[in-house]
């Protein structure tokens, strides 16, 4: 970790499959074009484990685990004019890594949003915010998805689905959302219109409480071959989007369904504006945001696991403490 200076903790792993530690590194150096941050809280997201995994591409070890925070700017670095010391901000740390006391986000770049932090949102609930909210955000526009439209969501009622819900609802659109057994009371809480539980294959119990096609569809749990069963839900002519990259786009256009393999960093939605939009929608009510747990930072080894394994329920944003706390 070379160009560092002053010490803070952070949670580090040194090569893939490790747990993940606690430990003092060297601060990130500020540098042109860069926001130095404290962090107050981070947001934990699948994409955290599968990075501990080795899942999540190519990265350059030791690394910092994490991407989504809330913080206050430090010091910005030449040529930084839109924050300022002293703001409340949040996005994705996906270089420096946000499971650390202080993170370094370059300023401008798409993969690395941020922007502040309206007064009326806690910092818990804008560190749960980007990852999730951006990537609903992201395929909702994909999909087109406005007034009228009917939406299928497959694997609703995780943080993602939630939002895809409820910002689809906001824009005029009747949404079927996908559950597994017992998920259903959170997904009708969120405004979903109907309502599948599976414990499996999906076609004909959506079929039974929705006999129609859907013009558009959000799935963010299936498979390959558990997508291409799906193919009859679509409408002709119809939208799909996934967002673990496991649609085979050229079958999906031999049966008139225009599939995309999204990556949510690579659309306008990951960009200061989408954070934007995601806050005021917060603000009106429109878009609500539960933080299940708080945990310090010292946990996030333990936290990672209990998502890996499907035992956490609910959206984890771990806590920042002081040094000292953080190394008890």
């Given at each position: 970790?070379?160009?560092?200076?002053?010490?803070?903790?952070?949670?580090?792993?040194?090569?893939?499959?490790?747990?993940?530690s606690?430990?003092?590194?060297?601060?990130p150096?500020?540098?042109?074009?860069?926001?130095?941050?404290?962090?107050?809280?981070?947001?934990?997201?699948?994409?955290?484990?599968?990075?501990?995994?080795?899942?999540?591409?190519?990265?350059?070890?030791?690394l910092?685990?994490?991407?989504?925070?809330?913080?206050?700017?430090?010091?910005?670095?030449?040529?930084?004019?839109?924050?300022?010391?002293?703001?409340?901000?949040?996005?994705?740390?996906?270089?420096?890594?946000?499971?650390?006391?202080?993170?370094?986000?370059?300023?401008?770049?798409?993969?690395?949003?941020?922007?502040?932090?309206?007064?009326?949102?806690?910092?818990?609930?804008?560190?749960?915010?980007?990852?999730?909210?951006?990537?609903?955000?992201?395929?909702?526009?994909?999909?087109?998805?406005?007034?009228?439209?009917?939406?299928l969501?497959?694997?609703?009622?995780?943080?993602?689905?939630?939002?895809?819900?409820?910002?689809?609802?906001?824009?005029?659109?009747?949404?079927?959302?996908?559950?597994?057994?017992?998920?259903?009371?959170?997904?009708?809480?969120?405004?979903?219109d109907?309502?599948?539980?599976?414990?499996?294959?999906?076609?004909?119990p959506?079929?039974?409480?929705?006999?129609?096609?859907?013009?558009?569809?959000?799935?963010?749990?299936?498979?390959?071959?558990?997508?291409?069963?799906?193919?009859?839900?679509c409408?002709?002519?119809?939208?799909?989007?996934?967002?673990?990259?496991?649609?085979?786009?050229?079958?999906?256009?031999?049966?008139?369904?225009?599939?995309?393999n999204?990556?949510?960093?690579?659309?306008?939605?990951?960009?200061?504006?989408?954070?934007?939009?995601?806050?005021?929608?917060?603000?009106?009510?429109?878009?609500?945001?539960?933080?299940?747990?708080?945990?310090?930072?010292?946990?996030?080894?333990?936290?990672?696991?209990?998502?890996?394994?499907?035992?956490?329920?609910?959206?984890?944003v771990?806590?920042?403490?002081?040094?000292?706390?953080?190394?008890?």
């Amino acid at each position: 970790m070379a160009g560092y200076t002053a010490p803070m903790h952070a949670i580090v792993i040194d090569k893939p499959k490790e747990a993940g530690s606690l430990r003092e590194i060297p601060e990130p150096a500020l540098g042109a074009g860069t926001v130095l941050v404290r962090t107050t809280f981070a947001g934990v997201n699948p994409v955290d484990w599968k990075t501990r995994e080795g899942e999540a591409g190519a990265r350059h070890f030791p690394l910092v685990l994490g991407q989504d925070f809330a913080g206050v700017v430090e010091r910005v670095g030449a040529g930084v004019s839109r924050v300022k010391a002293g703001d409340r901000i949040f996005g994705c740390a996906r270089d420096h890594g946000s499971y650390s006391e202080k993170t370094l986000i370059p300023d401008g770049v798409q993969d690395s949003p941020f922007t502040r932090i309206p007064s009326g949102i806690e910092d818990a609930v804008a560190a749960a915010l980007p990852t999730p909210g951006l990537t609903a955000l992201a395929a909702l526009d994909l999909l087109e998805v406005g007034s009228g439209t009917e939406i299928l969501i497959v694997g609703a009622a995780g943080a993602v689905g939630g939002a895809a819900i409820q910002i689809a609802r906001d824009r005029g659109a009747s949404v079927t959302a996908v559950v597994r057994s017992g998920q259903a009371a959170e997904a009708r809480d969120l405004g979903a219109d109907e309502l599948v539980e599976v414990s499996g294959e999906i076609v004909e119990p959506v079929r039974s409480v929705h006999p129609s096609p859907f013009g558009a569809m959000l799935d963010l749990v299936s498979s390959g071959d558990a997508l291409k069963k799906n193919v009859s839900l679509c409408a002709p002519g119809g939208k799909l989007v996934t967002t673990i990259h496991a649609a085979d786009e050229a079958w999906f256009r031999r049966h008139d369904v225009d599939a995309v393999n999204m990556v949510m960093n690579q659309t306008s939605a990951s960009s200061p504006e989408g954070l934007d939009t995601l806050a005021k929608l917060v603000l009106a009510g429109k878009l609500r945001v539960r933080v299940a747990a708080e945990r310090p930072l010292r946990e996030a080894a333990a936290v990672l696991d209990e998502v890996q394994a499907g035992k956490a329920h609910g959206k984890i944003v771990l806590r920042i403490e002081d040094g000292a706390a953080s190394a008890t």
